[in-house]
């Protein structure tokens, strides 16, 4: 079993096959199920330092298109709720105001762990504009990727 999965693992590493693992790994880890995708990116370019911006790149259109479905979904749910209530209450209501008030530029904080991805969806359910809404995201997560792992590789050189 162990010669099977390293076996798996070294074909994944290998630069035709590893930027597709990390686009898929990045698209995943963008919706709502709890991965991160920093792993596969760090693994790959420690593998092959060469790929160093095409799979920050690569990456980075994964995630962003992970949180454009994000985005979608909530403004499909947006539509069912609406169906079955009238208005926003609560919470609801002050987390539409907050994002009418900052608008688009409010997906610069895709990035961020736990609330990134949902604020994507939420971003939707508000239906706030879908290509400003991608343009923010993938500022956002560019900047991620590139600092940590700068960072990662900085700490384990």
């Known amino acids: 079993m162990n010669e099977w999965l390293q076996a798996l693992l070294d074909l994944l590493a290998l630069p035709e096959y590893g930027l597709s693992t990390v686009f898929v790994v990045s698209f995943i880890s963008a919706t709502l199920l709890p991965m991160g995708s920093e792993p596969a990116v760090f693994g790959l370019i420690k593998l092959n330092p060469d790929l160093f911006w095409p799979t920050i790149a690569v990456a980075t259109v994964g995630n962003t298109l992970g949180g454009a ?89």
Do not use: N
């Open 69 to 157: 479905v994000d985005w979608w979904m909530g403004m499909a749910t947006q539509r069912v709720v609406r169906h079955f209530k009238d208005e926003p209450t609560g919470w609801h209501a002050r987390a539409g105001e907050w994002l009418q008030r900052l608008g688009p530029k409010a997906c610069l904080l895709a990035w961020l762990p736990a609330i990134g991805d949902p604020l994507c969806a939420v971003a939707g359910y508000f239906q706030l504009p879908f290509w400003p809404c991608l343009i923010y995201m993938a500022i956002g997560k560019l900047l991620r990727y590139i600092m940590m792992t700068s960072a990662l590789l900085w700490i384990f050189p």
